[in-house]
């Protein structure tokens, strides 16, 4: 199956249909699993009885949307921050609505790479070196860290789509492939939702990317507006596979009689909707970043990066945030009461204490000093203007140079959840006007 | 009411800086420039007379930028300093990170600022291409945009920009300018839906104002050297100015906490916690975690594991906020620099109600003397600090 | 399930100490499973993950030679949290141990030339395993000249004592050895080890230099050799960064775009040059 059209109301239904095979993850600000303000697993509901609309059917007036928006923030009397809380219970039938919002706070990369995750568990005898014949320490996989159940993600934006193509490059290289992630991956179907409008702080074209780009997804989802006289209130998603993956989800969903092939004048639609887009898009692009990296090569040693880092306060919201930012740290995590630092290895005596625990991979940022500490107190990156030059140099010199692509998909998270505002917009705008002012090639002599 | 506008407070803290760089009297000023967004502002470190003209003060100035002074290597700094971010100043001083004589407090008088996270709440699906401050006065009168200015950045290539949403309005409103002592202030935002409609609308000041600022006890400076008001007018400070809070702090928000059951604070506490990601944002963004290595970054011994395991996050932040117990003056910076919505202000403002209630001390005031974790009286009636 | 970050379990058959003060020991490991034992192969410059359980990990250099079959050996300066539970460690103990990691010395070009080690103190660690690697009787035969400078801040400080007799002892080896500062005991060399190789002054003929030690020794082995004729090429070292997947993916060891635990840790100079001066 090539493509299928439902209406938005039967989002809940087609949802609950995938949860019977997959695993169904949902954009969600819900503190639920994949964690808040990320992705969560979908939790089908009784459908609501024939005949009764849905709570998100109610109003179909025309400006639904803005309405829908302005009820769930004052609806609670109490401004904002009440409004936060109050979205944390969403319920599922107001997802076509929520899908609306451009971004998730965290990226999907969680869903393979997740912030925290168990690498490996250990049982040690007696307290540390074993029993001291060659037994008593083994090492295993942790139980439950690999999903069982094949997932299904609905509602990613292409961008964060595409950060997976990057990933891939990291974790699923050749010399030493990394199951944790590759399993994910290859048991997950990701249906992406095309960006109608792109938020203020989107930036995908100038990494390669469009506000329809299908890169990384199995799916593609139109949201077609609510058309008179289409028998809808709130409108269509229109699905187009990308992959064989993608049309053996959407052939599924067609057996079960949950949509309609797309008309001719849906695809028209499609087409105004990209068209849009990338014209809004079009309008606030920094420069093209693919041949940021021939600037970027010649100024390691200038003294712009002296007064962009100034402003840093060497936080890791852009890195956490950032759907291609890979950088992990290994932890020891033993088990409460079991550790055990320093100290002789205890010797016979008649009880012999058993150490277990897990070895944790989490996610790390290149923006915190003590990621380079050596043990002797050198630091290779000793000041905030290393630091946020390796950022940046990672993302549009190194990568490129080592993978082919740079390691930005222009989602625009950093731009927005910055503390002090530092722009990556601005810095691959300087970056290329350094370029063309001809500083890369003197410097680089 | 006078036709002055936080425009003439921009205005009269530009020339201000320009003179100061000028004559040679400080060697750089920290303050605030236009962001590249809506309703953002940035942090700027003006070092000659012509970097002064990024400098604004507005509403949107929401960090505090005393963060900054431990880390520059500048000989004399110049702040432009809210109340809060004065006293971290003063704070700075009583701890000893700093020489007063190191500083320069430019004060500026502040209605508050923004909670950008409130403004997303807003938001939900809603595009915002700009946002402005206004005073509704009467019939349809407007003030000047904030986003007036043009585009803001941090300068040093021309022709660089081409950033959306850094555009703004160009060129002045119409009307008097937005004066905060009197009349009624708004939030004018306008963008596009998820459909690409335009929309407009106008929201009470009150509703994108960060939770510190509506309990703030001190909107000016606290020992700044000079102060520039909200109508432009400069007051030599001479070092001393309006000291002491400006009101009783209250801690109704403490109290309503204080009164839920231990099983409601904890899961309230839990579920606060679970939205955090560790980025240490927050950490980062506060004045007073200038420690050279945080507890939580020891590996010998090691405090906390790594992971984002619940116990440790809570860890983290009852530490951080023991560690800020009568040094945290609820700037709020924190909060606002969260990117996942944590609300620590709580545990730091029940912190400060206890050093209020308990020893009538509030945070910032007192350049001299000790920190209120280091002042012991002999007559203490408890016996566990001996 | 490929997990490229679980270890293999290897037992410490054999505990040094190295060091006078202490601080750096010596240990010989086989691994538990035979399989393992025969399937770990490496090469001279290759470093691995070595695991305390319940402490961490570490990249440590593998000192022994391929040509030494059926255990590897470490040397382990204490330094911080996974090295001082190691050296608390004892013979019997079990530890943890994945690799071989990084690229390793380029020994094929090597064949035919002489080659000229420059050691300091506990950086003679991964220069040995080469150097035993070259001495054994099977390759002996393939490169011409050695030459070993080795020095250290003093006499205690000196680590492989029990095997610097050997080579001392070996006529096919050019050996100086030398101490910062002597003390009563010794009776010695005396003098910088950048001082030494002047004294020494090999000849950039036909040679290749393979030097490791403190940063600050090297820096000016590297300033002596250019004098003495050698080309960037010419001289190959080992770095260090910080570490923690060994594998190029958790991001923290690179120097521009090399990452040293997957491109490194062995560099000529030459490439040096090329890279950004961050580590
Ligand atoms: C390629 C290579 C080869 C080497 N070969 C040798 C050798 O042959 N012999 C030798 O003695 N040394 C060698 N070293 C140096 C050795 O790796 C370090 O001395 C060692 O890593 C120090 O580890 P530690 O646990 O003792 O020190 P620590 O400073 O206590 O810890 C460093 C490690 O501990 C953990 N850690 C500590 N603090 C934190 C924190 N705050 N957050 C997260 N993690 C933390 C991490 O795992 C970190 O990598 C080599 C290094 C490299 C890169
Ligand atoms: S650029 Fe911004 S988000 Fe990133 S570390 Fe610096 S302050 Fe934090
Ligand atoms: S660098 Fe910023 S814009 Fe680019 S992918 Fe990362 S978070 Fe998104
Ligand atoms: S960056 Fe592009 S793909 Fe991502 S949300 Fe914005 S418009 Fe969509
Ligand atoms: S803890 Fe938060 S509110 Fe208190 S001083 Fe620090 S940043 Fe300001
Ligand atoms: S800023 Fe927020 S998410 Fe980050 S560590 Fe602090 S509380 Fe956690
Ligand atoms: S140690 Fe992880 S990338 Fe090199």
Redesign the pocket.
């Known amino acids: 199956m090539a493509a299928l059209k439902i209406t938005k109301m039967a989002l809940n239904s087609v949802l609950a249909l995938m949860s019977e095979r997959w695993d169904v993850f949902v954009p969600s600000p819900s503190p639920a699993p994949g964690g808040p303000s990320g992705f969560r697993l979908f939790e089908p509901r009784p459908m609501p009885a024939p005949g009764k609309p849905g709570p998100s059917e109610r109003d179909s007036s025309v400006n639904r949307q803005t309405c829908d928006e302005d009820t769930l923030w004052n609806g609670t009397g109490q401004g904002g921050q009440k409004g936060r809380d109050r979205e944390n219970h969403l319920p599922e039938e107001r997802l076509p609505q929520f899908l609306r919002r451009v971004l998730t706070v965290k990226p999907l990369k969680e869903l393979f790479f997740p912030r925290s995750e168990p690498i490996l568990g250990y049982c040690v005898d007696g307290a540390f070196g074993g029993n001291g014949d060659g037994t008593g320490v083994s090492v295993f996989m942790p139980e439950g860290v690999l999903p069982g159940k094949p997932r299904v993600v609905f509602g990613a934006r292409p961008c964060d789509a595409a950060s997976l193509t990057v990933l891939d490059r990291v974790f699923a290289d050749e010399a030493y492939p990394d199951d944790f992630y590759i399993s994910r991956r290859k048991n997950t179907i990701i249906v992406g939702l095309g960006c109608n409008v792109p938020a203020p702080t989107c930036f995908c074209p100038a990494t390669g990317g469009d506000p329809f780009g299908t890169a990384g997804l199995d799916v593609l989802a139109y949201d077609l507006p609510a058309l008179d006289g289409d028998g809808s209130s709130q409108g269509h998603y229109l699905m187009k596979a990308v992959t064989r993956e993608g049309e053996a989800l959407l052939g599924f969903l067609s057996e079960a009689h949950l949509g309609e092939g797309p008309s001719e004048s849906d695809e028209r639609a499609c087409m105004a909707l990209e068209e849009r887009a990338r014209k809004a898009i079009a309008a606030g692009l920094p420069a093209d970043t693919q041949s940021l990296g021939r600037v970027l090569g010649g100024i390691f040693n200038h003294p712009y990066w002296a007064t962009l880092h100034e402003k840093c306060l060497g936080c890791a919201a852009c890195t956490y945030l950032c759907p291609t930012c890979h950088c992990f740290d290994i932890s020891e995590e033993p088990d409460p009461g079991a550790s055990r630092s320093g100290g002789e290895s205890p010797k016979g005596g008649p009880e012999r204490p058993r150490l277990t625990g897990v070895r944790v991979r989490n996610w790390d940022s290149c923006m915190f000093p003590i990621f380079t500490l050596h043990t002797s107190g050198h630091n290779p990156r000793p000041t905030g203007l290393e630091r946020v030059r390796q950022r940046v140099m990672h993302k549009f010199y190194y990568f490129p140079e080592n993978f082919g692509a740079v390691a930005c998909v222009g989602c625009g998270r950093c731009v927005k959840y910055c503390p002090v505002n530092l722009d990556i917009r601005e810095v691959i705008s300087h970056i290329a006007a350094l370029g063309g002012t001809g500083v890369a090639e003197s410097i680089s002599a | 009411m006078s036709a002055q506008s936080p425009s003439a407070l921009t205005k009269t803290l530009r020339e201000f800086c320009a003179g100061l760089l000028d004559e040679g009297r400080v060697d750089v000023v920290v303050g605030f420039g236009r962001g590249t967004l809506p309703l953002r502002s940035t942090p700027v470190f003006a070092r000659n007379p012509d970097d002064a003209s990024r400098l604004i003060f507005d509403a949107t100035c929401e960090n505090n930028l005393s963060v900054f002074v431990p880390k520059l290597k500048d000989k004399r700094i110049a702040v432009v300093a809210k109340g809060c971010d004065s006293r971290w100043l003063n704070q700075y001083i009583l701890e000893r990170q700093t020489e007063g004589e190191r500083l320069y407090v430019i004060g500026v008088r502040c209605q508050g600022v923004i909670d950008r996270k409130k403004l997303d709440a807003y938001l939900g699906s809603r595009r915002l291409l700009e946002g402005r401050l206004e005073e509704i006065r009467g019939q349809g009168e407007c003030g000047e945009g904030l986003e007036g200015e043009g585009a803001g950045g941090t300068g040093g290539v021309e022709g660089a920009g081409g950033v959306k949403g850094a555009e703004g309005v160009e060129g002045a409103r119409p009307g008097p300018g937005v004066s905060v002592s009197d009349g009624h202030i708004k939030w004018h935002l306008e963008g596009n839906d998820a459909e690409g409609r335009p929309w407009a609308a106008s929201l009470d000041f009150e509703d994108l104002l960060s939770d510190s600022c509506k309990v703030c006890v001190k909107k000016g400076p606290v020992y700044a050297d000079v102060v520039i008001g909200e109508n432009g007018e400069t007051v030599k400070g001479n070092g001393e100015t309006a000291k002491g809070p400006e009101r009783e702090p209250s801690f109704d928000d403490v109290k309503e906490v204080e009164g839920a059951s231990i099983e409601e604070r904890w899961k309230a506490f839990r579920s606060e916690v679970s939205?955090?990601?560790?980025?240490?944002?927050?950490?980062q963004a506060c004045p007073g975690c200038y420690c050279k290595e945080c507890f939580v970054d020891r590996s010998a011994p090691r405090w906390i594991g790594g992971s984002d395991d619940e116990t440790d996050t809570m860890v983290f932040h009852l530490m951080r906020a023991m560690h800020l117990a009568g040094r945290c003056v609820d700037c709020g910076a924190c909060v606002r620099?969260?990117?996942?919505g944590?609300d620590?202000g709580l545990l730091n403002r029940k912190l400060q109600k206890d050093g209020w209630v308990l020893f009538h001390h509030i945070a910032g005031f007192e350049r001299e003397g000790k920190p209120l974790f280091g002042t012991f009286l002999p007559d203490d009636p408890n016996d566990f600090i001996l | 399930m490929r997990n490229p970050y679980l270890p293999d379990i290897a037992r410490i058959e054999k505990i040094i100490q190295e060091t006078a003060a202490n601080d750096v020991k010596t240990f010989r490991v086989t691994f538990v499973d035979d399989e393992v034992r025969e399937r770990f192969s490496y090469r001279p410059g290759q470093f691995s993950e070595i695991s305390v359980f319940g402490v961490g990990e570490a990249p440590i250099s593998i000192t022994s030679s391929p040509t030494q079959k059926g255990y590897l050996e470490f040397s382990v300066k204490k330094m911080g949290v996974l090295t001082t539970a190691l050296h608390h460690s004892a013979e019997g103990d079990l530890i943890g141990i994945r690799g071989p990691y990084g690229n390793w010395f380029p020994v094929e070009s090597m064949e035919g030339k002489n080659l000229v080690f420059i050691g300091g103190g506990i950086g003679l660690a991964p220069l040995r395993s080469l150097i035993n690697y070259v001495l054994d009787d099977e390759n002996r035969g393939r490169f011409n000249d050695v030459t070993i400078i080795y020095g250290a801040r003093s006499p205690g400080d000196l680590v492989f004592k029990w095997e610097l007799e050997k080579w001392e002892k070996r006529r096919d080896i050019d050996f100086y050895l030398t101490v910062d500062k002597g003390d009563a005991g010794w009776s010695g060399r005396e003098g910088f080890v950048p001082t030494v190789l002047m004294e020494v002054s090999p000849s950039p003929e036909n040679a290749v230099t393979i030097t490791c030690g403190p940063p600050i020794m090297i820096k000016f082995v590297i300033q002596n050799l250019l004098k003495l004729g050698f080309t960037p090429a010419q001289i190959v070292t080992t770095l260090e960064m910080r570490m923690k997947c060994g594998v190029g993916k958790c991001g923290r060891c690179n120097i521009g775009s090399k990452y040293v635990c997957k491109d490194g840790p062995v560099f000529t100079y030459e490439e040096l040059q090329r890279m950004p001066q961050e580590y």
């Open positions: 939205k955090c990601i560790r980025c240490y944002a927050c950490r620099a969260c990117p996942m944590v620590l």
